[in-house]
Each structure stands twice: as structure tokens, then as C-alpha cells.
């Protein structure tokens, strides 16, 4: 457990880029201890520029040890990105494929592209389509990244997504 809460941290980190300046107390608690979200706003490269974004660590028992979690971000032009956080990361350049499953949602398969040096996934645009509106009623995910003969799943219970990714919104362009 301590190790996800540690590899979101630094995938925060790495997803802020150059300029991260980690301010004091980089986390806060979203929603009720059961359905914890954290929120984290991490400083751009640009001057004045800060990225909003929520992560959910994976179910330990469900997961590989390669499996944090999962991070929901403001992005650019009012976009939100969905990314798969790593523990161990695949190439920059790598391309996996993403399946994802959900209890009465079926499964969906995804090309993807890597961000924060590999160790983040990053999910086509039509995934936060997903965040904003199914996923919110869904128990949870089960996720798999497959990387040439490399496989990592993991498990992210989603209880408690609606509240955070509507605090998410309105801290998006701010």
C-alpha cells in the first residue's frame, strides 16, 4: 500500500515536468476514508502555470506490484486525460494496449501512448468520456496494459470518482 501511495506520488511529480516545485502538504483528501481520491495541483514548466488531477491507488490484493493506479488530469483547451500509473515503466516511445473491463460495462480495448517517462499510460481522449459519465456508477475497473511480451493488471475500485472528478472540473483552467 505504501509503495502505490508512493509511485502515484512520484508519477505526480513526473507528470508536472520540469519547474515541479513540491509544495508542503501535496495531497488532499477528496471523499470519506472508504472511497479516497486524492487531489493534487502540481506547478507547470511555464511560469504561473499549475495541473490539477485525482489518483486512486490500485487494490493492493487485486493488482500486480507493477500496478499504481489510476490519475484523472486537466489537460490543455479544457481537455481531461485518463492515465494508468506504473510502477515499473515501458519504454517512452512504447505503445501498449489497454484493455479495460468493468462490471456490466463490457470491455474495451485501447491503443495508448506513454507519458511522465513511461511510467504513466496515457489513454486515447475518448477515455475521459468514460470518467466524466459511466465510470462514476461503476464498483470498479480492471485494467490491463500489454507492452510487447510485457503484461501488468491491476484492479481500481472507483467508489467515490463522481465527487472527486466533479471537484476535479472546477479546478481544471484555474
Keep these: 500500500m ?84 506504473l510502477i515499473r515503466p515501458f519504454p517512452p516511445r512504447s505503445r501498449p494496449r489497454v484493455t479495460i473491463s468493468s462490471t456490466g460495462g463490457g470491455t474495451q480495448t485501447f491503443e495508448a501512448s506513454m507519458a511522465a517517462a513511461g511510467a504513466a499510460v496515457l489513454l486515447p481522449d475518448e477515455v475521459s468520456a468514460f470518467a466524466a459519465g459511466k465510470w462514476q456508477t461503476t464498483p470498479s475497473l480492471s485494467v490491463v496494459v500489454k507492452e510487447s511480451d510485457s503484461e501488468i493488471k491491476g484492479v481500481v475500485a472507483l467508489n467515490g470518482l463522481r465527487e472527486a472528478y466533479n471537484s476535479l472540473a472546477a479546478n481544471c483552467g484555474q
Design 2 to 85: 505504501l509503495l502505490s501511495i508512493l509511485s502515484l506520488a512520484l508519477t505526480g511529480w513526473l507528470l508536472a515536468g520540469p519547474g515541479y516545485d513540491p509544495p508542503g502538504r501535496p495531497f488532499i483528501e477528496i471523499a470519506n476514508p472508504s472511497s479516497i481520491w486524492k487531489f493534487a495541483r502540481t506547478q507547470g514548466p511555464k511560469e504561473g502555470e499549475s495541473f490539477a488531477s485525482i489518483s486512486k491507488t490500485a487494490e493492493t490484493m487485486q493488482s500486480d506490484p507493477e500496478f499504481a493506479g489510476l490519475i484523472v488530469r486537466c489537460a490543455p483547451k479544457g481537455k481531461i486525460d485518463v492515465l494508468v500509473a
